[in-house]
């Protein structure tokens, strides 16, 4: 089955720039949307296809895909970004979505 | 507003079954396809089962086939996932959410709802 690849862990300074990684092979291929999911609430929709945000949020977020790896940008980061982010495809091997395993994103 | 509230999750013996349920308003119910997600506390979501619009077509992810089945009434605005067979592994949060676009992404998910397996 289809796996994608997120590194646990990534720590950052308000203002500065949080760059998240999803690796898959020929990710570039499909299209990858990603999710925020904070503390005891549902994960939220932040980017789809790639790199179009849905309404009410904020153009800080932007995405990216190539070849094998998908990446998600928060720009000037804020302390209410600390969440978790999700990286999600579709496999069309398997005809099933697939999730990613999750980065934890910390706010220094 | 577009929303989604599960319900019917609790603490269930192995073995058991349990009927997951979830309300949806505030857009065409029967416009959209929908799944069910899970999430163990700690880890990455997995999803579980999906269905068309008009119920005609469901999919199952391997871990539950043949133990599940998720269903529709639109007359309801309702998904349901009905549960057998259960096992410590099913522990974990449920998640409805609705399906978008041709690329099959998520948004927006319910709260979600607490399934326990255990003796």
């Known amino acids: 089955s289809y796996v994608l690849t997120q590194p646990p862990s990534l720590s950052v300074a308000p203002g500065q720039t949080a760059t998240f990684t999803c690796v898959g092979d020929n990710i570039g291929g499909h299209s990858v949307h990603w999710y925020q999911q904070k503390p005891g609430q549902a994960p939220v929709m932040v980017v789809f296809?790639?790199?179009d945000r849905p309404s009410g949020i904020p153009d800080r977020f932007s995405g990216s895909n190539s070849a094998n790896t998908a990446t998600l940008t928060i720009s000037r980061v804020e302390a209410a970004d600390e969440a978790d982010y999700y990286c999600?495809?579709?496999?069309?091997?398997?005809?099933?979505?697939?999730f990613g395993g999750g980065t934890e994103l910390t706010v220094l | 507003e577009v929303q989604l509230v599960e319900s019917g999750g609790r603490v269930v013996r192995p073995g058991g079954s349990l009927r997951l349920s979830c309300a949806a308003s505030g857009f065409t119910f029967d416009d959209y396809g929908m799944s069910w997600v899970r999430q163990v506390p700690g880890k990455g979501p997995e999803w579980v089962s999906g269905?068309?619009?008009?119920?005609?077509?469901?999919s199952y992810a391997d871990p539950v086939k043949g133990r599940f089945t998720i269903s529709r009434d639109n007359a309801r605005n309702s998904l349901y996932l009905q549960m057998n067979s259960l096992r410590a592994e099913d522990t974990a949060f449920y998640y409805c959410a609705r399906n978008g676009g041709a690329t099959n992404w998520f948004d927006p998910w319910g709260q979600g709802t607490l399934v326990t397996v255990s003796s």
């Open positions: 269905i068309n619009w008009n119920g005609g077509s469901t």
């Open positions: 999600q495809v579709w496999d069309i091997t398997s005809d099933r979505p697939v």
């Open positions: 296809d790639d790199s």
